[in-house]
Structures are given as structure tokens and as C-alpha cells.
């Protein structure tokens, strides 16, 4: 049969770019036409009922039976305006993806006929059979009754003719079995932990929200060459694969020109996500060739995670329609740069402001400087939690590779606000504060609290965690994550520390402490006690890595490793106390992601088996075999000194052949009996351990041979798309 690969060269080459049909008018006519939003609720909602649902938002209040039912009405009548049919409840269970059940409107009534239903009860509450659904053992199958709960905070939408309602999703006896039900209830306490504080500075804040802006990096890889690569099939990334002669050396790709057939990918993503109310607003190359990235403007939490969700699944079914996979995997090729997930993230008042933008004035810069202090508090007394969220297998490849924040937590803030940390510690009383640093200078009329001027600027891209002007980047957070995890952590352990800190203050003022000095003290306290979680240089370095250790920082290489903090005492207390997961949801997480670690190594190590053995040594071999006829040939025609002249070079490339084949299946085998031992441990913990230390190594020896097979063999021979045609056929 003719190789395989290059019939997939062939198809990928005559690629030809898919005009995007766009709708007639500007991106802001048709700018969320498929949500149902505050617009399509005016129209379609009776005023009264608008007003219920819009309190209810606002103050988190329940939604009562006969509001639902109002709501469903209009939404229903908005759906079918917009040519929907079916609708579902949206919902993420732990598996990270999504998942929805289609329902029709359509019901069948007397003689024939049939209307389209949709009341309150549908809206409010749907039974998928869940059953197959990670659940860490808090479900058995036999009471498997997981039940959905409508999330009015986050607008339903319409994809393919199905509106989509998002949801909760909770098991029978109330524990969460999803992302949304704690997300939502930490906005829930950070924003009465936030609001408190503020009061202090302000009595017309009443409400804080948490915002989040993701920056989504992905890959595109033609579908026809990604079909005959098993690796990238299965397991989203290649296990095999020579480095192209040309990858990223020249840094040529990042935001350089987007190929045609990319741009109509993305022109036609835009179109779609717009009319879904997303608001996508940067597209750009990545560092990697065939490495992209878009961003959108930052959102309420709860939405921003919806609206990540969600594009991730149109980002999918579009790629296909212009011939292209997406990878999300962190690391779908080795050796060049992996993909991640930024989670910009900030907090925003009911007054427009955001925390985390310095002020102008004295207020709103204690205000900035308390949020800052106490958001680094909480970093340096949870950096192990905060490491645990992002532990994946696919993200164990990217932390700690050159390219990404390492896996050892730290904060960069910058000069001028590393410089007014110091002048607050060195400061015995809240004396005037008038050094100038750098750009920094204070407003006469406004004592002892400096101007504060972030230079935007002053970025340091090896950071994990970052402070960028008026908000803080998580850069951790990996490319196939939902931003779920990140928001629920880092806004929970905000809120603790913000509780913390109250308590602080309100203890000084009860002794008579002026406000300002009170909260002064005990920032002064909190910098100390958070000095080592601060690190302005290079996180990539080696020197990092020593000084962190001595620091007494963390550095979790593996996930298993890093999970063991979901399950500590401190962290059990910390969602407990604050009523967002219980120790029993949060062992049954602790053990969802152990198992699907092991179960992400287990199909790797099976398909690198396959490929090994039915893939590679098999092509191997016919060249060997052609080699060692040649070399028979020659004997038989040449004269023995010029045969042995000539032949010497070809006899070593078949013992090397030979040698590598001979590694390959001796490594392989090896790596078989080691699944098979691992295999047989019951405890999800020790086993994925085991896979980690025991199976996983074998798979860069293993591709230390093969990649040097494919160095070796002829290329009409060879059976996967190669480095350099994955990355550059775009
Ligand atoms: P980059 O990190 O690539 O330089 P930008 O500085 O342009 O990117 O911004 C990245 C993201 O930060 C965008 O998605 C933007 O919406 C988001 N962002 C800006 N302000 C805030 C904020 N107050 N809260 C949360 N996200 C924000
Ligand atoms: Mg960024």
C-alpha cells in the first residue's frame, strides 16, 4: 500500500482557503444576538418578571417556580425566533469538558399534533442519566441521580439550533459534581469578604465581583495529517517526532503574518463567538509555528469561565469546517513551546472601579495597596494550593520547561511597587512617606500616601503570577483547563486572607488605633511575613531553583505530587469554613484527577506500544531489509577491495538500524511489564505514583530511539507526518 503519510501530504497541500460568509452590518448589530441577554430579557420578559430575575442576579436570590416559569415562556419564544429546536442544560462536570443532553421543544398533544414545550421545571432542573461521570465515588451508579440547576447569572445561549442553559450540576444528595456550584459560591463570599474591607475606604461599595480575561493559546494542525497520527488521535500530542530542522529558533511566527487559511479560521471563530456574546477582541501568532492565540475582553468570573468553555467548543467544531484540528494539549510537540491559559484577573466594584488599579487619591490607594498586600499574603500562605489547581499531565510537561512559569509559585511585582513594599516595612510608624521612587512622587495636598505609578512596562514573562498594572496574570493555568479551578482558588483564598485582615484591624481600632495606622500595622506585618513568596527575576533560571529551595518554597515537578495539598488539613479547613466544597467533595476531587492522571498515562503508554511495534519497527525493518539486499548485491558484482571500500558506511547504518529496532522493542516490552505491575494497585494514589515513576520514563527513551529512526530511514518509508509538516502545512 502506498505510504499512508503521503496521501495525507497530499490532501493537506491542496488545501484551499474557505471564504467566511459574514452577516451584513457591523460585529456590534449582531454582538450577542445569540445570548439571551439583558436586551432579549427586556423584549421577551414582562416587566416585572425582568425586574425578579435582574434582583435576583444582582442579590443572588432564589428564582421561585412561577418567575421560572414567566422566564422559560419568553425564553422559549426568543429560541424558537432564533430557529432553535432542541434545548439542554450546559454543564461542567469534572472531566473539565462540557457536557449537555438535548431535549426537543417538540410535544406531541392529541390527535397528531403536536406544540413546543418549555416551562419553569425545564428551565430549572433537568435529571441527565449521569451516571457515567467522574464522581470520586460520591455517587454510586445505583443512586446515580445527578440533577442540573439553572445558573441565571450566566445568560443562556444558542449553538446549532439548541439552546443551551447553563447549569449546575449536583448529586442527589447535594454534593457538587461540577465547577460551577463552588465557583459560584466563592464570588458569593470573596464578594461579602471584599466589600467589607472596602468599607473602610469607601461606604458606597456594596458589591465586588471578581473579573477574569483568559488568553487561550492553541494550536492548529491540518485535519488530514492529524488523522494518521494515532498519537495526536488519542492522546493530544505526539509521542514521536523528530524536532524540524527550522521550529521557533528564528522567532519568526510570533505575531508574525497569520496564513490565509488561519485567518479565515479565526474570522469565521470572531463571527461566531460575537454572536454569542463573547467578547474575542486580540487574535496573534504564538511563539511556536502552528501556535495561535486569542483573548477576549475581561468578564465577570462566572462568565468569562462560560465564555472560555465555550469558545473552546467552537473553536473545535470550526477548525474543522477549514480543514484544521485544534490542539489544546500543553504540549502537543516536544521541544518547542507549549500552550497555556493566562488568567488575568482583578476585582470590580458596583462603584466601576477596579481594586486593583492604583488611585488618585489617599483612599483609593491604601484601598489598591491593602488589596495588593493581602492578595500577596494569601499567595505566599497557599502557594501549594494554588500549585495543586494546575497540576494536569498535560501541564506537567510545561511547568518548569524554558518557556513557561515553573512549578515553583512565586509573585513578580514590579519595581516601583517592590520599592513601596520596602518603604512601608522600613517605616516604624505610618510616618510621611516622601522618597521619591523612580516614577513615584507624592501629592502635596494628600500625606503619607504616595502616588502610586505602575509602570506597565515592567513585565517579567517568566513570572507565574504577576502583577501587570491593574491586575494580577496567572500564567500557570493550563491550555486545556477549564479557568474554573483558578477562579475558585485564588478568589477563595482572597477572601480568607481579606477576613483575616479584617479581624486584624478591627482589633488595633478596638484599642483606639486611628484607621489608617491600624491598617498600615498590619500591612506592614503581612509584607513581612510574605517577603519570600517575591521574586522579580528569572523564574527560568537554575540559580531560581536554589534560592526557592533555601526560601523554603515548594517545587512540585509531578501531579501527583502536587495534588496531595487538595487533601491537607489546611486546605479541607479553608473550603469547609467557607462553605464551598466539603472534605468528602474534596476527596472525591483529590481522586477524580489522580485517576484521570493514570488513565492519560496508561492510553499513552498503550498507543506508543501500538506505534512502536505495529507503526515504526515494521517500516524499520523494510529499509533494513533493503539495505542489507544492497549491500548482498554489491558484493556480488564489486571486487572485494572496493566492495569493502564502499560498503562500510552502509554496514554501519544497518547495525545502527538494527541497534535502535533492538532498543525500541527491548524498551517497549519493558515498559509493557512495568503497566502490567502497576496496573494491579488498587489505591488511586500509589498507583499514580507508580505510572509516574515507574511507566512514564520509559516514554523519552523510547522516543530517543525512534526519533533516531526516523533520522535513519528512508523517507518514502516512513509512516507519521513529520515535525515539519505538522507545523508548517497550514
Ligand atoms: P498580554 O498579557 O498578552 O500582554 P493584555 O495586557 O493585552 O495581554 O491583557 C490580557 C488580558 O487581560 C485581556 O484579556 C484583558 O481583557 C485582561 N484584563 C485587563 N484588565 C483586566 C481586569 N481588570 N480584570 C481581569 N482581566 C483584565
Ligand atoms: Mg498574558
Request: proline share 4%; hydrophobic share 40%; charged share 25%.
Amino acid at each position: 500500500m502506498e505510504n499512508i503519510r503521503f496521501r495525507a501530504l497530499e490532501v493537506s497541500i491542496q488545501r484551499q482557503r474557505k471564504s467566511v460568509l459574514f452577516p451584513e452590518g457591523k460585529a456590534s448589530d449582531f454582538f450577542g444576538e445569540l445570548t439571551f441577554n439583558d436586551s432579549a430579557m427586556k423584549e421577551y420578559l414582562p416587566a416585572q418578571t425582568y425586574q425578579q430575575v435582574i434582583r435576583s442576579i444582582e442579590k443572588g436570590e432564589k428564582i421561585d417556580r412561577k418567575i421560572a416559569d414567566k422566564v422559560a415562556a419568553g425564553m422559549k419564544t426568543w429560541a424558537l425566533s432564533k430557529g432553535a429546536t432542541n434545548y439542554t442544560h450546559w454543564f461542567f462536570p469534572l472531566s473539565g469538558l462540557t457536557a449537555e443532553k438535548h431535549d426537543s421543544f417538540l410535544e406531541p398533544v392529541e390527535e397528531g399534533k403536536s406544540i413546543e414545550l418549555f416551562n419553569g421545571n425545564h428551565l430549572s432542573q433537568q435529571e441527565p442519566d449521569a451516571s457515567s461521570f467522574p464522581s470520586g465515588g460520591i455517587r454510586s451508579t445505583f443512586e446515580a441521580r445527578g440533577y442540573t440547576a439553572w445558573d441565571p447569572t450566566s445568560p443562556a445561549f444558542i449553538v446549532d439550533k439548541t439552546l443551551c442553559i447553563p447549569t449546575l450540576f449536583v448529586s442527589y444528595t447535594g454534593e457538587s459534581l461540577d465547577y460551577k456550584t463552588p465557583l459560584l459560591k466563592v464570588l458569593s463570599v470573596i464578594n461579602k469578604a471584599a466589600v467589607n474591607v472596602c468599607q473602610y475606604f469607601d461606604k458606597n461599595v456594596t458589591k465586588v465581583s471578581a473579573t477574569l480575561g483568559w488568553e487561550q493559546e492553541y494550536f492548529l494542525v491540518d485535519s488530514a495529517l492529524y488523522s494518521v497520527r494515532p498519537d495526536l488521535v488519542l492522546t493530544g500530542r505526539t509521542l514521536f517526532g523528530n524536532a524540524s530542522a527550522k521550529d521557533q529558533q528564528l522567532e519568526d511566527h510570533y505575531l508574525g503574518t497569520i496564513p490565509q487559511r488561519v485567518i479565515s479560521f479565526m474570522q469565521e471563530l470572531e463571527l461566531e463567538a460575537h454572536r454569542l456574546g463573547i467578547p474575542v477582541k486580540t487574535r496573534h501568532n504564538e511563539v511556536a509555528p502552528g501556535q495561535y492565540e486569542c483573548a477576549p475582553v475581561f468578564e465577570e468570573a462566572n462568565i468569562s469561565v462560560d465564555h472560555n468553555q465555550l469558545i473552546m467548543h467552537l473553536m473545535d467544531i470550526i477548525a474543522k469546517r477549514h480543514n484544521f484540528t485544534v490542539l489544546f494539549h500543553e504540549k502537543p510537540y516536544s521541544g518547542i513551546n507549549g500552550s497555556g491559559k493566562h488568567n488575568n484577573w482583578s476585582l470590580a466594584t458596583n462603584t466601576k472601579e477596579n481594586l486593583l488599579s492604583p488611585g488618585k487619591t489617599r483612599e483609593k490607594n491604601l484601598r489598591f495597596l491593602t488589596f495588593m498586600i493581602n492578595i500577596l499574603k494569601a499567595v505566599n500562605d497557599y502557594a501549594d494550593l494554588i500549585r495543586a489547581i494546575v497540576a494536569t499531565p498535560g501541564n506537567d510537561h510545561r511547568l518548569g520547561a524554558n518557556e513557561a512559569p515553573p512549578a515553583i509559585i512565586s509573585v513578580f511585582l514590579g519595581t516601583q511597587l517592590t520599592k513601596m513594599l520596602e518603604i512601608i516595612e522600613k517605616n516604624d510608624k505610618m510616618i510621611e512617606i516622601t522618597a521619591g521612587t523612580g516614577n513615584s512622587k507624592l501629592f502635596k495636598n494628600l500625606p503619607r500616601i504616595p502616588e502610586i505609578l505602575v509602570d506597565e512596562t515592567d513585565r517579567n514573562r517568566t513570572s507565574p503570577f504577576a502583577f501587570t498594572g491593574n491586575k494580577f496574570e496567572f500564567r500557570a493555568v493550563g491550555s486545556s483547563q477549564t479557568c474554573a479551578p483558578a477562579m475558585i482558588v485564588l478568589n477563595l483564598i482572597l477572601a480568607e486572607q481579606l477576613q483575616i485582615f479584617k479581624k486584624d484591624v478591627d482589633k488595633l481600632l478596638s484599642t483606639k488605633v486611628p484607621q489608617e495606622e491600624a491598617i498600615f500595622q498590619v500591612l506592614k506585618k503581612y509584607i513581612l511575613e510574605s517577603k519570600k513568596i517575591c521574586f522579580e527575576g528569572n523564574n527560568y533560571s537554575k540559580e531560581w531553583i536554589e534560592e526557592a529551595a533555601r526560601r523554603g518554597l515548594s517545587n512540585f515537578g509531578t501531579t501527583p505530587m502536587a495534588l496531595k495539598t487538595l487533601v491537607t488539613k489546611k486546605t479541607k479547613h479553608l473550603f469547609e469554613r467557607n462553605h464551598v466544597l466539603n472534605e468528602r467533595e474534596l476527596e472525591a476531587r483529590h481522586e477524580i484527577y489522580l485517576e484521570e492522571y493514570t488513565k492519560k498515562l496508561q492510553i499513552e503508554s498503550r498507543v506508543l506500544g501500538d506505534l512502536t511495534t505495529n507503526h515504526i519497527i515494521p517500516g524499520a525493518i523494510k529499509y533494513l531489509n533493503t539495505l542489507c539486499d544492497c549491500v548482498k548485491n554489491l558484493k556480488e558484482v564489486l571486487d572485494l577491495s572496493t566492495y569493502s571500500r564502499v560498503s562500510a558506511n552502509q554496514v554501519e547504518t544497518i547495525a545502527e538500524i538494527a541497534e535502535h529496532i533492538h532498543q525500541v522493542k527491548t524498551l517497549t516490552n519493558k515498559m509493557v511489564e512495568a503497566r502490567k505491575v502497576v496496573n494491579k494497585i488498587k489505591d488511586a494514589e500509589e498507583k499514580s505514583f507508580a505510572y509516574c515513576e515507574k511507566v512514564f520514563p520509559f516514554f523519552d527513551k523510547i522516543r530517543y530511539h525512534t526519533n533516531k529512526l526516523e533520522l535513519l530511514i528512508d523517507d518514502e518509508i516512513w509512516p507519521l507526518p513529520k515535525y515539519r509538516e505538522l507545523l508548517f502545512t497550514q
